[in-house]
């Protein structure tokens, strides 16, 4: 189909249904792409990167690992756009590329710390240097105790109470059951609270 047909159909299904347009408009955008249209993948960046960035940022931690993280999911969709069917939006499809590279950065840390298995079950405020501590303290808020929490159980946190997913998304995404996803959000959730509260 022509692109100018293409962007005759889009326009007129906009008319018809949000939800049509918009599939519709990922399609063209993809098509685009995968033309290697002068501009097309920076359109496509510039929808998505700010929402994959703030999610990289919820579940790793850290500005730098989120750009790294984030670079790679765009070199990641520019690889498989192909595969790509238009069965999910294309938001959703890139959001679970990025959330693959955000696991796959935690389970590196987490080997290269000697820390394979996930420590919900520590207690929390273990001794710290006490400048450091103060330190802590001084610059406390919300994403600094998301931060803090154990990689399985901030993972599921941000997806659910941050991202909105339901636990049945965030199983099929992480492969776990439902069941690991609702216990891992109840110890996070406690866990947060009790680091806040033992912050103030």
């Known amino acids: 189909m022509a692109p100018s047909n293409l962007t005759k159909r889009v326009d007129g299904l906009a008319e018809v249904h949000p939800i049509v347009s918009a599939r519709a408009a990922d399609a063209a955008l993809v098509e685009r792409c995968r033309r290697g249209e002068l501009g097309a993948f920076e359109e496509l960046y510039g929808q998505h990167a700010a929402r994959l960035f703030n999610l990289a940022v919820r579940m790793l931690g850290s500005?730098?690992?989120?750009?790294?993280?984030?670079?790679?999911?765009?070199?990641?969709?520019?690889?498989?756009?192909?595969?790509?069917?238009?069965?999910?939006?294309?938001?959703?499809?890139?959001?679970?590329l990025a959330v693959n590279q955000c696991l796959d950065r935690l389970r590196s840390r987490a080997a290269r710390e000697g820390q394979a298995t996930d420590s919900l079950d520590e207690p929390v405020g273990a001794p710290q240097p006490r400048a450091r501590r103060d330190s802590v303290v001084e610059r406390m808020d919300l994403r600094s105790a998301i931060a803090r929490l154990p990689q399985g159980g901030r993972t599921v946190f941000v997806l659910h109470d941050v991202e909105g997913l339901e636990h049945r998304e965030i199983a099929k995404l992480l492969g776990i059951s439902e069941g690991t996803s609702k216990s891992q959000l109840h110890k996070a959730r406690l866990r947060l609270r009790e680091s806040l509260r033992g912050d103030r």
């Open 63 to 96: 500005t730098a690992d989120a750009e790294d993280a984030v670079q790679d999911t765009f070199l990641a969709a520019h690889r498989r756009l192909d595969s790509f069917r238009g069965e999910a939006a294309l938001g959703t499809w890139l959001y679970k």
